[in-house]
């Protein structure tokens, strides 16, 4: 699977998810759960106490990020440059919270000054941001806006979906105060979970609300007296959910986040030679594109929907098409967690040029994968 989620899981994993299972307040579970928020914090690199697994997909985060955070008039900034900051804005305004959005065209990235544009002269609570764009593989750097968004006394929500796993997320580092994840994307779990972590000040924030979280299922004040020392019943956990994010961060913990954000970041230097010699070009702004995700043109004259059957048909790999704005203009290739090897790039490379050969395009076969290969040659030269 090279689209943009779910990838593939190790099979470690899915063994992991057969384990019999026990009760959600079983000794031997609890130590799981345990675990696996020491885990969390590990890949999220913050010492933040509430981090959880919130139970849903990635928008579950979103959802109880933003809802734990948003009384019914508070002014909360949502940065949009894609699908996902959109998401985020419908949320806040279904949260009733007073919605200013800092827009910028699909394919770059926010720039600092907007954010302190739209923080200018007001009591702002809340400033959201999406990590990686994963409709527009936009990479967003997040430093210079988390200073911004503290010197106003705002919180600083960070949508690390598609990033965790694959690329530095640093919260305590960066200084975000609370962040959402998901499981299906370069963590290389089955969707189900949705990593939550939320520092001190959000929680203290969260317990002084006047009103009740609008959602009964993700209020976090509740949620945490079962992750907390009480154990107190909220809803079932999803146990062997649970099994398979604990054995998918212990795999992360084995390779090294270093490692893993180097093998992610070779490949993708890898496969964008391939794809400069095939004539295919990225979306993103320059500098600012994702290892993980790579959003690409599709070529003129060629027919979006019959390239993908037959990659899917005749080479089994799924890529994904354009999401909204991108809808038929965008190929999204996932090089995500265990998706992410070498032998997935050229093999999605010679594919492609099999294909598009096919289709009448002027490219010479081959030149992708050699293109790709000697980026390969070249970095294990430099490591030697
Ligand atoms: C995938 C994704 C989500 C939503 O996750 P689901 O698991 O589909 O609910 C949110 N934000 C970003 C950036 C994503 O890539």
């Not at 345990?34 to 849903?56: H, K, W």
């Not at 750097?141 to 997320?169: M, N, Q, R």
């Not at 959910?241 to 604990?246: S, T």
Request: aromatic share 6%; glycine share 10%.
């Amino acid at each position: 699977m090279m689209g943009p989620g779910p990838s593939d899981v190790d099979p470690r994993v899915l063994r992991a998810m057969s384990t019999p299972l026990v009760g959600h307040l079983d000794p031997d579970f609890l130590q799981i759960m345990n675990e696996t928020q020491q885990l969390l914090r590990f890949v999220m690199q913050t010492q933040n106490r509430f981090t959880i697994a919130v139970s849903g997909t990635g928008s579950a985060g979103m959802e109880t990020c933003l809802c734990n955070i948003i009384e019914e008039g508070d002014e909360v900034v949502v940065c949009v440059n894609g699908v996902f900051g959109e998401r985020m804005s419908d949320i806040v305004e279904r949260c009733r919270g007073k919605l200013t959005r800092v827009e910028a065209p699909w394919g770059n990235i926010i720039e600092p000054e907007q954010v302190a544009e739209a923080l200018k002269g007001r009591k702002v609570k809340a400033v959201a941001i999406v990590h990686a764009e994963t409709s527009t593989g936009i990479h967003q750097p997040l430093e210079e806006i988390s200073k911004i968004v503290h010197d106003h006394g705002a919180l600083f929500v960070v949508d690390a979906v598609t990033s965790l796993g694959g690329t530095k997320v640093a919260l305590d580092e960066w200084g975000i105060d609370v962040c959402y994840s998901g499981t299906q994307k370069c963590l290389s779990c089955p969707p189900g979970l949705a990593p939550v972590s939320f520092n001190d000040r959000a929680m203290d924030m969260l317990r002084n609300r006047k009103q009740k979280v609008q959602s009964w299922y993700f209020d976090m004040s509740m949620v945490e007296r079962y992750w907390g020392e009480e154990r107190a019943y909220h809803h079932t956990a999803p146990i062997s959910m649970i099994y398979a994010l604990h054995e998918a961060l212990r795999i992360i913990q084995e390779e090294g986040l270093v490692p893993r954000f180097e093998r992610h970041r070779r490949n993708h230097e890898a496969l964008k030679a391939g794809l400069a010699a095939l004539g295919i070009e990225y979306l993103p702004q320059e500098g600012y594109r994702l290892p993980m995700l790579n959003a690409v043109g599709i070529p003129n004259g060629v027919e979006d929907a019959k390239v993908r059957k037959r990659l899917l048909n005749d080479f089994g790999i799924e890529i994904g098409g354009g999401l909204g704005k991108f809808k038929g203009k965008a190929w999204r290739i996932g090089l995500m967690g265990y998706s992410c090897t070498e032998r997935n790039v050229l093999l999605f490379l010679a594919a492609l040029e099999e294909i598009l050969h096919g289709e009448g395009l002027k490219i010479k076969p081959g030149f992708g994968v050699a293109a790709a290969e000697e980026t390969y040659a070249k970095a294990k030269a430099s490591s030697e």
